[in-house]
């Protein structure tokens, strides 16, 4: 007897639980437009320099004034290093930062805009572009399932020993 309440009680705690993986659902991908919405075409430039202990990203975009943008300094091995928050006021954006020491080997300059993560988009901004900022197009515009976003890189350069 306790063998088979103990198998039944086994089966049902598998059935609930798969039950429940079943009923979870994948979140609906974003949509590019279909046609008839406004589309934007946004493109720029991304430099990193280095002079004495600073270093500072430059470069130049067509994001609409008013966008939130995130200037930032990565290494080779994806750890961010240095980073800014910035609101597009002119087509030209910069950033410096003090070099660390512990910056070590190879390092990049990056613009990254996306409709959350760097903080929340003017109403203008996301009206423009869309919630997910569906209606971006370019060479540096990168879709995911969620959301869409805009990323320069610069080249590399060079730090430490």
Same mark, same amino acid.
């Given at each position: ?18 039950? +429940?993986?079943?009923?979870? $659902? ?7 437009? =279909?046609?008839?919405? *406004?589309?934007? /075409?946004? @493109? ?36 961010? +290093?240095?980073?800014?928050? $910035? ?7 910069? =950033?410096?930062?003090? *070099?660390?020491? /512990?910056? @070590? ?57």
């Amino acid at each position: 007897m306790k063998k088979v309440t103990r198998s039944l009680a086994i089966a049902l705690i598998l059935m609930i639980a798969m039950s +429940l993986i079943g009923c979870k $659902q994948a979140p609906k991908p974003i949509k590019k437009p =279909a046609g008839g919405e *406004v589309t934007h /075409a946004i @493109n720029g430039s991304c430099t990193l320099t280095i002079e004495g202990d600073t270093a500072t990203v430059s470069g130049e975009t067509n994001l609409m004034q008013g966008t939130v943008i995130k200037v930032s300094i990565f290494s080779a091995s994806g750890k961010e +290093l240095a980073s800014e928050i $910035q609101e597009v006021t002119e087509e030209a954006y910069t =950033a410096s930062f003090a *070099v660390d020491p /512990a910056w @070590n080997g190879e390092i990049y300059g990056f613009l990254s805009c996306t409709p959350s993560s760097n903080g929340s988009q003017p109403k203008e901004v996301k009206e423009a572009y869309g919630k997910n900022f569906a209606n971006l197009e370019g060479e540096n515009v990168i879709w995911n399932a969620k959301e869409v976003m805009f990323v320069l890189m610069s080249e590399s350069l060079t730090v430490g020993a």
